[in-house]
């Protein structure tokens, strides 16, 4: 049986995870071009806040996938409470760029 570490998050990941909100945000032009469509009706009453939720999706999953590819590379530990730790310091590190984001969805 392997000893296995919890899950570190470690400056190199922090700056990885801000370069996956940068990735999500550069997306938001997409996003409207998307909602936008001349080929859909949809009926969005709060066209900002469904960006807001599509950067937001975009990163948790993308941070989701680092995450889970840094454990399974280092061998580190797969529990449920090391799982949710590694999903409450991506939360952690997206809650820091949410005016920031709001911000860039506005400017669009």
Not at 12 to 23: A, G, T, Y
Not at 46 to 60: D, L, P, S, T
């Amino acid at each position: 049986m392997t000893n296995l570490t919890p899950l570190e998050i470690t400056n190199e990941d922090k700056n990885e995870l801000k370069n996956l909100i940068k990735i999500a945000t550069n997306q938001i032009p997409r996003y409207f071009n998307v909602i936008n469509s001349e080929k859909e009706n949809w009926k969005i009453t709060n066209i900002n806040e469904c960006v807001f939720g599509m950067v937001f999706e975009k990163y948790i999953h993308d941070s989701g996938q680092y995450l889970s590819n840094k454990k399974i590379d280092e061998g580190q530990s797969a529990t449920i409470e090391d799982s949710m730790e590694a999903y409450d310091a991506g939360l952690e590190i997206f809650s820091d760029f949410v005016e920031d984001i709001k911000r860039q969805i506005k400017e669009n």
